[in-house]
């Protein structure tokens, strides 16, 4: 998953975003819409942390959410699989 992703999935995601960063509002959400940049600039302000910092964090969330998303998915598929019956 990319930023590029995260921008169209923006809907999906703010409550996973919410969860990990408590502090960010209803409205910082909005405004950020999936931009990595506003994201970085709205976690600098609300927790008073470096651009560097920010950026990891946000990078090492997004690493996250594609792992998860590969499990989610591999999951799916198994259960698919298995639900096919078959001889």
Known sequence: ???DQVE??????KGSV???WGKL???DLEYIAGSKDQFVGRLQE???????A????ADE?????AEAGESRT????????RSGGGA
């Open 1 to 3: 998953m990319n930023w």
């Open 8 to 13: 169209g999935k923006w809907k999906q995601m």
């Open 18 to 20: 919410k969860k990990q």
């Open 25 to 27: 509002t209803d409205d």
């Open 46 to 52: 609300r927790y008073g942390i470096t651009k560097e």
């Open 54 to 57: 920010a950026q990891r964090q």
């Open 61 to 65: 969330w997004l690493r996250a959410q």
């Open 74 to 81: 591999t999951t799916t598929t198994t259960t698919t699989r």
